[in-house]
């Protein structure tokens, strides 16, 4: 008998077995202490659940750049809302305007003031409407594939529809439809042939040319007589002048980017072969 206790010597099997536990003192001492989820080794801390939401709390939360779950999901209905921005709207309502402003324009015959005074306000919504539409896509980045398509589209079926009522009740004569919804198809074709060389820019002139053409037939739709009706015929003669002129101009400009765009590429060609 050495008159040491048990107890102090540490021979009772119990501590032995307490010392040995897995979450003992004594062992994380000897294989090094292990961080819990906050970080912490000396105190042990709550668990933090694995599924829980991303939180500075949670030190699972991901802070490498990508972005959360469902992200995609959120772009693709914030791209899927943008389709519904002012500017679309702007356009799908001019749009909706033609066939009102067809129905009003050969109301009660076609030749009743009344009725064609109506077709005008509806006209000049859809010209005006135009005007802001493509400046507010530009100016706050709302630009849509949906706006590129269906403005040009809306800007000739509205004109295009005027056009084909005047001539129908003989107040504007066939041939002078035909110069302009000719020139602005031809123009829009021209613009898809040579889309692989470069963007033909819109002009000052052809900016004119549409205002000019947006005033003549205003002027027409509305059933004037005297003096106006005198004045109209000036200002479409105009607007015809600046239709044929734009449209030559815009043909020598696509052909010259034409010529610009085969030379760069046979110098690119050329380049690559040495």
Known sequence: MTGIPAAAAGGSSRARAAASAPGAPGTAAMSGPRPDRTGATGTPAARIPDDAPDSPDNPDSPDDGRPPRGGKLTAAAVNQASLWNVANQLTMLRLVLVPGFVALMLAGGGYDPAWRSLAWAAFAVAMITDLFDGHLARTYNLVTDFGKIADPIADKAIMGAALICLSWLGDLPWWVTGVILGRELGVTLLRFLVIRYGVIPASRGGKLKTLTQGVA?????????????????????????????????????????????????RAAAVEAER
């Open 217 to 265: 037939v205003g002027m027409y739709v509305l059933a004037l007589t005297g003096w106006l009706a005198t004045l109209r015929f000036w200002v479409m003669a105009a607007a015809l002048v600046l239709t044929v002129v734009t449209g030559l101009d815009y043909v020598r400009q696509a052909v010259l980017l034409r010529r610009r765009g085969i030379a760069e590429r």
